[in-house]
């Protein structure tokens, strides 16, 4: 067996070091299978892996398996363990809204109830949601706690009690980005706002940190319990945003780590020095979202101050407070790059390598290249959190074989 990595590389001399190195470089050719795991209706088998459930939660580095679990938790938290009716009335709301432009309440119900009609025999409530939410954690040895649904905002919190020789661990898990009004103008509300208990210029995105306030009270109420058990905090996209605000109110000083999986920033570089739980960020080939909110937008106000002291122009001066207010987002924890790879015959990506913290010249040419063979497109496939999963999952197995 293979121990995690850590993305420090080993020392070697001589023939053995070319001979390790040559090794390194090609992967092992035999395909790894899928598991063949029975999970409630409704729900992706993210758990695909069985002897990479129980991973090493003794100490906070970067493991592989820890990685895999964490982004499979990250896809599950996307299945909508609040019921489907709840998630229809929110998309009934936006979309009375975009047709006629007002709030009628009568005419809302009447769409409500033609949309819910169609619909009815595909839904599940929330109390069937959360059990199979239940069910599924328990393939990984996880016991459900609760789960979180306020103001757009959704996460589940769940444990595995410490067994023999395997230390337990807590799970706080965020969803990403979905398709409403809500989970949009969180993302686009990025002027940058002091931290909620800042002692310094520690600054964060404003929309970030007004979802996670919806759910704060409930998660720290709930976080009172199991306190000898290692926190681990997750979430993909707006969800892995989340999750370092999450971490900076509750974990800060904590046993355990935060995983992100193509996180946007989340906040200046005053915000990012005050943490001291490990933060571990995974981004995959051309991602865009760890892209954004721009880290360029203060030097666009400078040039523009610059360009304004020689040819005055109207206007300009409140085009650069604006822009101030966006600027000084920087990304900050331990990186994880998963280069791109071609899909294997089994669903696993035999080609793939997970690099630590690759030099930005070096990224930019991947990243550019990838958008220009699939024409931009590779910007926004490369976000799908099942493709972090499978790739996390053929590399935590090759290494772990």
Same mark, same amino acid.
């Not at 989970?183 to 929309?207: F, N, Q, S, Y």
């Given at each position: 067996?293979?121990?995690?990595?850590?993305?420090?590389?080993?020392?070697?001399?001589?023939?053995?070091?070319?001979?390790?190195?040559?090794?390194?470089?090609?992967?092992?050719?035999?395909?790894?299978?899928?598991?063949?795991?029975?999970?409630?209706?409704?729900?992706?088998?993210?758990?695909?892996?069985?002897?990479?459930?129980?991973?090493?939660?003794?100490?906070?580095?970067?493991?592989?398996?820890?990685?895999?679990?964490?982004?499979?938790?990250? #896809?599950?938290?996307?299945?909508?363990? #609040?019921?489907?009716?709840? !998630?229809?009335?929110?998309?009934?709301?936006? *979309?009375?809204?975009?047709?006629?432009?007002?709030?009628?309440?009568?005419?809302?119900?009447?769409?409500?109830?033609?949309?819910?009609?169609?619909?009815?025999?595909?839904?599940?409530?929330?109390?069937?949601?959360?059990?199979?939410?239940? #069910?599924?954690?328990?393939?990984?040895?996880?016991?459900?706690?609760?789960?979180?649904?306020?103001?757009?905002?959704?996460?589940?919190?769940?444990?595995?009690?410490?067994?023999?020789?395997?230390?337990?661990?807590?799970?706080?898990?965020?969803?990403?980005?979905?398709?409403?009004?809500?989970?949009?103008?969180?993302?686009?509300?990025?002027?940058?706002?002091?931290?909620?208990?800042?002692?310094?210029?520690?600054?964060?995105?404003?929309?970030?940190?007004?979802?996670?306030?919806?759910?704060?009270?409930?998660? #720290?109420?709930?976080?009172?319990?199991?306190?000898?058990?290692?926190?681990? *905090?997750?979430?993909?996209?707006?969800?892995?945003?989340?999750?370092?605000?999450?971490?900076?109110?509750?974990?800060?000083?904590?046993?355990?780590?935060?995983?992100?999986?193509?996180?946007?920033?989340?906040?200046?570089?005053?915000?990012?020095?005050?943490?001291?739980?490990?933060?571990?960020?995974?981004?995959?080939?051309?991602?865009?979202?760890?892209?954004?909110?721009?880290?360029?937008?203060?030097?666009?106000?400078?040039?523009?101050?610059?360009?304004?002291?020689?040819?005055?122009?109207?206007?300009?001066?409140?085009?650069?407070?604006?822009?101030?207010?966006?600027?000084?987002?920087?990304?900050?924890?331990?990186?994880?790059?998963?280069?791109?790879?071609?899909?294997?015959?089994?669903?696993?990506?035999?080609?793939?390598?997970? *690099?630590?913290?690759?030099?930005?010249?070096?990224?930019?040419?991947?990243?550019?290249?990838?958008?220009?063979?699939?024409? !931009?497109?590779?910007?926004?496939?490369?976000?799908?959190?099942?493709?972090?999963?499978?790739?996390?999952?053929?590399?935590?197995?090759?290494?772990?074989?």
């Amino acid at each position: 067996m293979t121990n995690d990595s850590t993305g420090r590389p080993k020392k070697t001399s001589g023939k053995k070091s070319a001979a390790k190195k040559a090794v390194s470089k090609t992967p092992r050719a035999r395909s790894q299978p899928v598991a063949d795991i029975a999970v409630p209706p409704g729900i992706p088998n993210v758990f695909d892996a069985p002897d990479l459930l129980k991973p090493p939660v003794r100490r906070a580095a970067y493991s592989d398996r820890t990685a895999w679990l964490m982004a499979a938790l990250s #896809e599950l938290a996307y299945f909508q363990f #609040e019921g489907t009716q709840a !998630g229809l009335e929110s998309l009934i709301t936006d *979309i009375h809204g975009i047709v006629t432009g007002k709030t009628s309440e009568e005419s809302r119900k009447k769409l409500s109830q033609l949309v819910i009609g169609f619909l009815l025999k595909q839904q599940h409530t929330d109390t069937d949601a959360k059990e199979r939410l239940r #069910e599924t954690l328990a393939i990984a040895g996880l016991t459900l706690d609760s789960v979180y649904n306020a103001a757009g905002t959704q996460a589940f919190l769940a444990h595995r009690d410490p067994e023999g020789d395997s230390t337990g661990m807590r799970v706080l898990v965020f969803r990403g980005t979905e398709m409403n009004m809500k989970d949009v103008w969180t993302d686009l509300d990025a002027t940058m706002v002091p931290a909620i208990g800042a002692i310094g210029d520690e600054k964060v995105h404003r929309g970030f940190q007004r979802a996670y306030e919806a759910i704060r009270a409930d998660v #720290e109420k709930d976080l009172r319990d199991r306190q000898h058990l290692p926190l681990y *905090i997750a979430g993909h996209s707006l969800g892995g945003a989340l999750a370092i605000v999450a971490t900076w109110f509750t974990a800060a000083n904590s046993l355990g780590a935060c995983y992100t999986f193509g996180g946007p920033r989340v906040g200046n570089l005053e915000f990012g020095e005050r943490f001291k739980t490990p933060i571990y960020r995974v981004v995959n080939a051309s991602d865009y979202v760890p892209r954004v909110p721009p880290n360029w937008v203060k030097h666009l106000a400078a040039l523009l101050r610059g360009l304004c002291r020689l040819v005055p122009v109207p206007g300009m001066d409140f085009l650069i407070r604006q822009l101030h207010r966006f600027s000084g987002y920087v990304h900050f924890g331990d990186m994880r790059y998963l280069r791109y790879s071609d899909m294997g015959a089994n669903g696993d990506y035999p080609m793939m390598r997970v *690099i630590s913290n690759p030099a930005l010249s070096v990224r930019a040419g991947w990243v550019i290249r990838r958008w220009i063979s699939t024409r !931009g497109k590779g910007g926004v496939e490369d976000h799908s959190i099942s493709i972090y999963r499978k790739k996390l999952r053929a590399f935590a197995v090759r290494r772990n074989s």
